[in-house]
């Protein structure tokens, strides 16, 4: 059977990111890229809305794979109808039809150890992948606070006016997202960015309770990196420490 291949979200390389924020990444040094994040630049890690979009598109690939467990799960139970778990079944005294078929159903009912393997490996793979890209974008976010920070001239008081009217400007604007009172941009995009982690935990317990069900008699390999081990307790690797 030839391997599943699952759709990957494009990543868009240029968002709709402020003109300041792109100019501050061109001065800012570049952080490494870990291995697991794939076509997610720093310029989009800093439009929180495409950012969403992105994670939106990206969780919905779990679906995709637990509908393929809950085919597969429902395809051995199709075949417990036609094929009793013993044939000696039918020299009992007490068989009939119907109880042959409840046997064969709770019988075949069950995924291949094969298949729950290769499910599993796609799921830690999508797992790794997005909390590995929410943390790399937590990251961005932090240097381009700090660079933004660093950039900030001493105020004098002849200033302060300015900047007053400067903040009442940024509070009266149309905003994305709601943004708390006296929260500064970059507070917000950490906050929020943080939320993301919360919801990716939520996403995987719920994709790894419909795996359990399906795959009951799996375990990892051994040779499991702590990570996968997370995962499979419901917990993510700094859970775990």
Same mark, same amino acid.
């Given at each position: 059977m030839a391997p599943a291949v699952y759709w990957t979200p494009t990543m868009r390389t240029r968002p709709s990111a402020p003109v300041d924020a792109k100019q501050s990444l061109e001065e800012m040094a570049p952080i490494p890229t870990p291995p697991s994040v794939r076509d997610v630049t720093p310029s989009l890690c800093l439009s929180l809305v495409e950012f969403k979009d992105m994670l939106r598109q990206f969780r919905a690939v779990d679906d995709s794979v637990t509908l393929r467990l809950n085919r597969a799960f429902a395809h051995s139970r199709d075949r417990g109808t036609s094929l009793p778990p013993s044939l000696l079944m039918q020299h009992d005294k007490s068989y009939s039809s119907s109880t042959a078929t409840d046997l064969g159903r709770s019988t075949y009912s069950s995924v291949s150890e094969t298949m729950c393997a $290769?499910?599993?490996l796609d799921l830690v793979d999508l797992w790794t992948r997005r909390e590995d890209t929410i943390k790399y974008c937590m990251e961005i976010n932090a240097q381009q606070a700090q660079q933004a920070q660093a950039a900030q001239a001493p105020i004098n008081k002849e200033d302060l006016l300015d900047l007053d009217r400067a903040q009442a400007r940024?509070?009266?604007?149309?905003?994305?997202?709601?943004?708390?009172?006296?929260? /500064?941009?970059? %507070?917000? @995009?950490? #906050?929020?960015?943080?939320?993301?982690? @919360? !919801? %990716? /935990?939520?996403? #995987? #317990?719920?994709?790894? %309770? !419909?795996?359990?069900? #399906?795959? +009951? @008699?799996?375990?990892?390999?051994?040779?499991?990196?702590?990570?996968?081990?997370?995962?499979?307790?419901?917990? $993510?690797?700094? %859970?775990? +420490?």
């Open positions: $290769s499910i599993w940024e509070r009266s604007a149309p905003i994305e997202i709601s943004r708390s009172r006296g929260e /500064s941009t970059a %507070e917000f @995009m950490a #906050r929020q960015l943080r939320n993301e982690l @919360m !919801v %990716e /935990s939520i996403v #995987r #317990r719920r994709s790894l %309770e !419909v795996f359990q069900s #399906r795959c +009951k @008699m799996f375990q990892p390999s051994t040779q499991a990196c702590e990570r996968e081990w997370a995962y499979w307790h419901g917990r $993510s690797r700094d %859970e775990m +420490k």
